[in-house]
T-cell receptor, first 116, second 113 residues
Framework: DGGITQSPKYLFRKEGQNVTLSCEQN?????MYWYRQDPGQGLRLIYY???????QKGDIAEGYSVSREKKESFPLTVTSAQKNPTAFYLC???????????????FGDGTRLSIL | AQSVTQPDIHITVSEGASLELRCNYS??????LFWYVQSPGQGLQLLLK??????LVQGIKGFEAEFKRSQSSFNLRKPSVHWSDAAEYFC???????????FGKGTKLSVIP
């Protein structure tokens, strides 16, 4: 079945350490997204990519970096510059067609990142 | 700026009772509107979407939503709630041609047996 796979499910980071969250999709979607979710704050957009080798900052990009070398993959690196990284991270993808706006985003099951 | 408001942070209903979750959006043109559901520790699942046509849309799991342009609302309803509906519900919208979704902060639904 097609879908989005996020790994690992749980991740722990030490102070000063960079960590990378994986997101892979086999839906043949062009657009991919990373969100951060904190209790009571809904979903906030970190980065998004409309096409391979291109990505844009979202609302809370500071302390994060991404790459989009393959259509299927959009990894997120949480750098040591992100002072409060403990959160639930969600990856999503979306079809890019003529009526782009009405296409829903499809979500992975998330990665929970915690500080040791 | 686009925004989505879900006025109710937490709602508790009895099993078998009806449910309405409120959503208001701020956007000049007709938006594309979505409702998602999230179980604890899981990703978001699409319940339904609206982009044109009939203002009453049917979704999965017996949910429906009604788009009311005059009230800038897209409320989610279910006639009879089941215990398995306990989850968090998010309303979201996108502008025409937009790559981004704007999410509300969510409404947590608890169901009393």
């Amino acid at each position: 079945d097609g879908g989005i796979t996020q790994s690992p499910k749980y991740l722990f980071r030490k102070e000063g350490q960079n960590v990378t969250l994986s997101c892979e999709q086999n839906l043949n979607h062009d657009a991919m997204y990373w969100y951060r979710q904190d209790p009571g704050q809904g979903l906030r957009l970190i980065y998004y990519s409309q096409i391979v080798n291109d990505f844009q900052k979202g609302d809370i990009a500071e302390g994060y970096s991404v790459s989009r070398e393959k259509k299927e993959s959009f990894p997120l690196t949480v750098t040591s510059a992100q002072k409060n990284p403990t959160a639930f991270y969600l990856c999503a993808s979306k079809s890019r067609d003529r009526q782009f706006g009405n296409q829903p985003q499809h979500f992975g099951d998330g990665t929970r990142l915690s500080i040791l | 700026a686009q925004s989505v408001t879900q006025p109710d942070i937490h709602i508790t209903v009895s099993e078998g009772a009806s449910l309405e979750l409120r959503c208001n959006y701020s956007y000049g043109a007709t938006p594309y509107l979505f409702w998602y559901v999230q179980s604890p520790g899981q990703g978001l699942q699409l319940l339904l979407k609206y982009f044109s046509g009939d203002t009453l849309v049917q979704g999965i799991k017996g949910f429906e939503a009604e788009f009311k342009r005059s009230q800038s609302s897209f409320n989610l309803r279910k006639p009879s709630v089941h215990w398995s509906d306990a989850a968090e519900y998010f309303c979201a919208h996108a502008g025409a041609g937009s790559y981004q979704l704007t999410f509300g902060k969510g409404t947590k639904l608890s169901v009393i047996p």
